[in-house]
């Protein structure tokens, strides 16, 4: 059973969410809160697998309530909740420790696989989303990218270079929004191998995981957004991690 918190400061939202996830025999609403302080104390009490997170709420927004969680090395995976006039916020969200993101009118068998895949210990990338908030935001990067979840901060940082011609290969993938079974079967080869991959390239970027590996790429210049009429081939946009 997959436990999860809500935490949104608009209770038909939270009303909403946990009657589309209770409908569902392997996920549990087990708690809710209404600001990101209330939810910080529910989740340390309840140790949810994953944690609903609006971005803007009163007493402590959603933005704060991640680094703190993150900092608490939490194991729920947080799933930020969002508009699409909120692209900044989300932006910041991932770089301190958010595993995904999703529309907070997206239909409910997205919000059902985006749950399950956060608490299945993978990051959500959703290739159209994503594509926005880098034309957006990696163009033109926050300041202070040596701050701790930043990522890989300047052009050209001799970190990628570290990387083999296949592992800058696969990152290029994960940009893209591929998951694991994605870039396997476009670079034919088996799964895990694709996860080794994935690893090494977390660990010679110096990062959490994918999502943190994506940002990074897009923010050093190794790779570039997407033409505006591009469309990603990654189709569901989940990313596994090793």
Same mark, same amino acid.
């Given at each position: 059973?997959?436990?999860?918190?809500?935490?949104?400061?608009?209770?038909?939202?939270?009303?909403?969410?946990?009657?589309?996830?209770?409908?569902?025999?392997?996920?549990?609403?087990?708690?809710?809160?209404?600001?990101?302080?209330? $939810?910080?104390? %529910?989740?340390?009490?309840? =140790? /949810?697998? *994953?944690? !609903? @997170?609006?971005? &803007?709420?009163?007493?402590?927004?959603?933005?704060?309530?991640?680094?703190?969680?993150?900092?608490?090395?939490?194991?729920?995976?947080?799933?930020?909740?969002?508009?699409?006039?909120?692209?900044?916020?989300?932006?910041?969200?991932?770089?301190?420790?958010?595993?995904?993101?999703?529309?907070?009118?997206?239909?409910?068998?997205?919000?059902?696989?985006?749950?399950?895949?956060?608490?299945?210990?993978?990051?959500?990338?959703?290739?159209?989303?994503?594509?926005?908030?880098?034309?957006?935001?990696?163009?033109?990067?926050?300041?202070?990218?040596?701050?701790? $979840?930043?990522? %890989?901060?300047?052009?050209? =940082? /001799?970190? *990628?270079? !570290? @990387?083999?011609? &296949?592992?800058?290969?696969?990152?290029?993938?994960?940009?893209?929004?591929?998951?694991?079974?994605?870039?396997?079967?476009?670079?034919?080869?088996?799964?895990?191998?694709?996860?080794?991959?994935?690893?090494?390239?977390?660990?010679?970027?110096?990062?959490?995981?994918?999502?943190?590996?994506?940002?990074?790429?897009?923010?050093?210049?190794?790779?570039?957004?997407?033409?505006?009429?591009?469309?990603?081939?990654?189709?569901?946009?989940?990313?596994?991690?090793?």
């Amino acid at each position: 059973m997959i436990s999860i918190v809500i935490v949104d400061d608009q209770q038909l939202i939270r009303d909403g969410f946990k009657l589309m996830l209770n409908l569902e025999p392997d996920l549990h609403v087990v708690g809710e809160a209404a600001d990101g302080k209330a $939810g910080l104390e %529910l989740t340390a009490r309840l =140790h /949810p697998d *994953v944690v !609903l @997170l609006d971005i &803007r709420m009163p007493v402590m927004d959603g933005l704060e309530t991640t680094r703190r969680l993150t900092a608490a090395h939490t194991t729920a995976g947080i799933l930020v909740l969002t508009t699409f006039d909120l692209d900044e916020y989300v932006y910041q969200a991932l770089r301190d420790g958010a595993r995904g993101f999703l529309l907070k009118d997206a239909p409910r068998e997205q919000l059902v696989h985006a749950v399950r895949v956060v608490a299945g210990g993978e990051s959500l990338l959703a290739p159209a989303i994503t594509r926005r908030l880098i034309e957006r935001f990696v163009q033109h990067p926050p300041q202070d990218l040596d701050a701790p $979840g930043a990522g %890989l901060a300047g052009a050209g =940082h /001799p970190a *990628v270079q !570290l @990387l083999t011609g &296949r592992e800058k290969t696969v990152l290029r993938l994960l940009a893209r929004g591929f998951s694991n079974a994605e870039v396997a079967a476009e670079l034919v080869v088996g799964e895990a191998t694709v996860k080794t991959h994935v690893a090494r390239i977390l660990g010679k970027l110096g990062v959490r995981d994918r999502v943190q590996a994506v940002i990074a790429a897009y923010e050093c210049g190794f790779v570039e957004p997407p033409a505006r009429n591009a469309t990603a081939s990654g189709s569901t946009g989940a990313a596994s991690r090793p």
